[in-house]
């Protein structure tokens, strides 16, 4: 799943770089705002799962120390 965003986000770049190059500024920059907000969510979901793996580490963690 990872590889596959990873490769529409490098699609989604190199789209932007050709609007540019054919004076197609405003799509563009629609793309940049579309970029901003994909890499926006994923900031979101790699927070989440950082603070679901800690929980799950210190929950671990109480549980050792309890026996």
Known sequence: MKK????LLLLLLIAIVVCF?????M???????FL???LTAIGHVYSIDNQIYLDK???????SKRW
């Open 4 to 7: 596959i965003v990873w490769t």
């Open 21 to 25: 190059a054919t004076d197609r500024f």
């Open 27 to 33: 799509l563009a920059y629609g793309l940049i705002f």
């Open 36 to 38: 901003m907000t994909i």
């Open 57 to 63: 580490k210190r929950r671990e963690a109480d549980d």
